[in-house]
């Protein structure tokens, strides 16, 4: 029995489980779905043989069909706009010079605390509602534009609400270092204290993130802080994240993988090491080529390197207000391509199964197989090569989360 067939499409292109390492494309492909799942996929004709009539049936006839794309790094939550910013960066004024005068994360941190939860809950569902109209299925959710215990709340509260208005499936982490909040400008070390001990505690007795990430980097926190923050966190029993080497390399990858991260993020002015060291210890190594594209910089990471050292290689969008403002993951296939030098079935591997590692999603989100849950999108492209190559446009045409249609 199926409730839905997916039928006859130019392309299956998938991942048949996290750990295959070869991607399958199959040309005239079928998937069908029943409650929510995957119950049969491959030739049209198998599959049509092997399961009773549909209830409904999408015609895929020129397609491709992908899982959903799991997008396993943004910054959701925020109010106001930095578009003034942008323009002054793209005039020539630096990232942090704009931020050591209050500007940047801060001041986004200045509107996100005076906004409702109800103004936040409102922005939020939008973008959501843009992501995966984008082809997202899964999103990673940060706080971090809060920065005390009112506001970090307020923005983890707002996510949770988020997935009850949205059928994008959503994984939430707490970011609390994101920035040093200006009350504490002088006092770094109460900051980080405020954070173990008192925001950190109440994240997790409220349940309300599964992730605490730490930002690691010049005029962030540093890699002795970040350590001191991640090791209570894993005490209190969440999973890790670390964003690393953005703009500078100040050896926080080797401590990060050391502590058990799940995941180490950025990475722009990372090398050998810590591809070597990602590798070693199985942690993801997540590229954000939107990130440097948008501040307009050329140095894009050195993911080559991650990859033929044998680490597992994420890509996601970074999306927020300040130095990724696009919701449209498959926006950054493009940009992995020609500036990561990745090939198109490592693209691929890095939105759906490298992208599910990277949040512990262990499911079957993020590959195709019998009993995974079907999260799947339909592309006007007739093959995944062509969606690599076909840029600036969307070129989605449906998108089924747990065997719903959703768009
Ligand atoms: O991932 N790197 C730190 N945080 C964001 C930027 C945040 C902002 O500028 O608002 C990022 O790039
Ligand atoms: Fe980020």
Redesign the pocket.
């Known amino acids: 029995m199926a409730d839905l067939l997916v039928k006859d499409a130019a392309q299956l292109a998938y991942y048949p489980d996290y750990d295959a390492k070869e991607p399958q494309f199959i040309s005239g492909g079928s998937l069908a779905i029943a409650e929510g799942k995957i119950v049969a996929l491959g030739e049209t004709r198998e599959v049509v043989d092997a399961i009773q009539r549909p209830q409904e049936v999408i015609e895929a006839r020129g397609c491709l069909v992908t899982p959903g794309l799991i997008d396993s ?1 943004t ?1 959701l939550v ?1 109010a106001g706009s ?1 578009e003034d910013e942008f323009v002054r960066r793209m005039a020539g004024e630096s ?1 942090l010079s704009i ?1 050591s005068e209050g500007g ?2 801060l001041s ?1 941190v200045h509107a996100t605390r005076q906004a409702s939860e109800e103004e936040l809950t409102e922005l939020g569902n939008a973008r959501l509602a843009s992501m995966l109209a984008c082809g997202t299925t899964t999103v990673e959710s940060k706080s ?2 809060g920065l005390d215990m009112e506001s970090e709340l307020k923005c983890l509260r707002v996510t949770e609400r988020l997935r009850e208005l949205q059928p994008i499936r959503l994984v939430s982490t707490f970011l609390g270092a ?1 920035a040093i909040p200006p009350e504490y400008k002088a006092d770094r070390g109460g900051y980080v204290r405020l954070i173990t001990d008192e925001i950190l505690p109440r994240v997790a007795e409220e349940g309300l993130a599964e992730f605490c990430d730490v ?1 690691c ?1 010049a005029g ?1 926190f540093t890699v002795q802080e970040m350590e001191t923050i991640l090791l209570r966190a894993k005490e209190l029993g969440f999973s890790l994240k670390a ?1 690393l080497d ?1 703009f500078e390399n100040l050896g926080g990858v080797e401590v990060a993988t050391r502590l058990g991260v799940t995941s180490v ?2 990475l722009s002015k990372s090398g050998r090491e810590e591809a070597r060291a990602c590798a070693r210890s199985g942690t993801v190594a997540t590229f ?1 080529p939107a ?1 440097t594209f948008h501040l307009g910089e050329s140095d894009f990471a050195d993911a080559r390197t991650f990859i033929e050292a044998g680490a597992e290689v994420a890509v996601a969008s ?1 999306f ?5 403002y696009c919701e449209n993951l498959s926006a950054s296939i493009i940009l992995s391509c020609a500036y990561l030098h990745m090939r198109p079935r490592e693209i691929l591997r890095a939105m759906t199964v490298a992208g599910a590692l990277a949040l512990n999603i262990g499911d079957g989100r993020g590959v195709f197989k019998e009993g995974a849950p079907a999260d799947v999108v339909v592309w006007n492209a007739h093959s995944w090569n062509y969606l690599v190559y076909h840029w600036g446009v969307n070129l989605l045409k449906r998108v089924i989360v747990g065997g719903k249609v959703v768009i």
């Open positions: 790094h910054h925020f930095r990232y931020a940047g994360i986004t971090g534009y994101h930002f980097d962030a964003h953005e993020d950025h954000l990130t970074d927020n207000p300040g130095s990724a």
